[in-house]
């Protein structure tokens, strides 16, 4: 029944009326048989987990059969043969988790507004009018619109953080190497990785458990898993978190106002603290960052697929972005990872008298989305770079960050804080995004002008 509500949503909001632009692919045969295999099994009284039957949309960067991945080109599914799920996904589909069908990116995750030429632009459930971020928009706006409670993303820039943000959901990127790559499109090997989209943070937890997966060798070393007690989160000792004034406040006036009153709840529900540190060379951080990740994007489609691919058909704000990926050097990369040394020598400082780092998760809120772009593209600099500016450590360290929704900015559009954690330091990450979302309480809960409730009867 649910299934069959979700269907009709997706139907309806992919309409004329709304043209929301969630998802790229949904197979409602596929969809319904196994709502209908979850359904068997609940009456036989095996359920697989407490996931079965729950719908999860996948961004179009990870394999989920039946569909092609496609990156969110027009070009990429059918020159790139599917044959098996992502890691995450098979991880989902034991746990008897319903695949919902392939959500809408920015293509080739090159860009932050969600704006797709080819598969039309995401718009936020909040106002439709502004974009709903990327490159995991439309995982983020399914789960605002309440289409499903979690979705799978990834990130290679802050592409599951930031919309999760501007949609007013979580959204959580583990330590580097902590979920598997396998089956995600190499686009960004040494920064991105699969990411959680979900309702709250009980439902990122869950997602979580269930696609962590340490019965496989990893090429890195990790500790053990834990999952946290989210019930125990007010016996946790003294947090210290670390801010840096300066960057902080390096946002529109909203934003830095409610982030602040977030952060002296924590203070007053809590009892924990902020400590004032200086994080150095942001920028260069930034732009090493950027080295990187254009460059991998180059050597990893440009033999099989760039090459002999028609610009044409990509959008006119990822054809630039290839551009500036491919005057990359050899010299260049290698001295963005020095960069990247010492960077994490940088943070390993914090992190002797920190237990997290915490920043906005954005600098503005969703901006308008403009006519002109969506046949085409957007390269919006100005936005862009204030989307950006709290994501890199996350990506580029590989460390853990997760965002909460704190608020919403005076034209009613939502506002996420930032914890960034330790290596491996992910179970701490969701007590102190659980800690915050009970401190906001119900007050931060607006239900989006585009939403549905799958679970009542209309």
């Not at 599951?160 to 330590?175: E, S």
């Not at 089956?183 to 869950?206: K, Q, R, Y």
């Not at 610009?311 to 290698?334: K, T």
Request: with cysteine.
């Amino acid at each position: 029944m649910v299934a069959r509500r979700f269907l009709a949503a997706v139907e309806e909001c992919s309409g004329p009326d709304l043209n929301m632009g969630f998802f790229i692919s949904c197979d409602p045969a596929d969809v319904l048989r196994q709502a209908e295999d979850s359904t068997r099994r609940y009456q036989q009284g095996a359920p697989l987990s407490a996931m079965d039957g729950v719908l999860v949309a996948v961004k179009d960067e990870l394999d989920c059969l039946p569909y092609p991945t496609s990156g969110g080109t027009r070009w990429l599914g059918s020159a790139r043969r599917c044959a098996a799920d992502a890691a995450c996904v098979a991880q989902l589909r034991a746990c008897g988790a319903v695949m919902a069908g392939k959500a809408n990116m920015h293509e080739l995750g090159a860009g932050t507004s969600g704006i797709n030429p080819h598969h039309g632009a995401t718009r936020n459930p909040y106002n439709v009018g502004r974009v709903s971020g990327g490159s995991s928009g439309g995982s983020a706006a399914a789960v605002c619109a309440g289409l499903c409670p979690v979705a799978l993303g990834a990130d290679g820039g802050g592409s599951v953080r930031m919309p999760a943000a501007l949609c007013g959901v979580v959204g959580f990127k583990p330590t580097a190497g902590r979920l598997s790559n396998s089956g995600l499109l190499p686009l960004n090997w040494t920064v991105g990785m699969p990411g959680i989209l979900a309702a709250t943070v009980e439902d990122t937890l869950i997602a979580y458990a269930a696609i962590a997966d340490q019965s496989k060798p990893s090429p890195l070393q990790q500790p053990e898993l834990n999952l946290p007690m989210l019930t125990r989160t007010r016996s946790m000792p003294s947090i210290r978190l670390a801010k840096y004034a300066k960057w902080f406040d390096d946002s529109s006036e909203d934003i830095r106002s409610l982030c602040g009153k977030a952060l002296q709840m924590l203070r007053t529900h809590y009892g924990w603290e902020s400590v004032d540190v200086t994080v150095p060379e942001i920028e260069e951080m930034r732009l090493a960052h950027y080295v990187t990740m254009g460059s991998e994007c180059t050597a990893s489609l440009a033999a099989k697929y760039l090459d002999s691919m028609d610009r044409s058909e990509v959008g006119w704000d990822v054809r630039i972005a290839l551009s500036a990926y491919g005057s990359f050097s050899s010299r260049d990369y290698l001295s963005a990872q020095r960069l990247r040394c010492r960077q994490m020598y940088f943070h390993e400082k914090i992190f002797e008298t920190a237990d997290a780092i915490v920043t906005p998760m954005t600098g503005v809120t969703a901006y308008a989305l403009q006519d002109d772009a969506l046949s085409t593209g957007e390269l919006d600099y100005i936005n862009g770079a204030a989307l950006v500016r709290y994501s890199i450590a996350g990506n580029f360290l590989g460390l853990p960050a997760i965002t909460v929704p704190v608020g919403y900015d005076r034209g009613g559009l939502p506002v996420g804080l930032q914890f960034i954690g330790r290596p491996w330091s992910e179970a701490t990450l969701l007590h102190l995004a659980y800690a915050m979302q009970e401190a906001c309480g119900k007050k931060v809960l607006r239900k989006p002008k585009v939403h549905y409730d799958l679970l009542t009867k209309e």
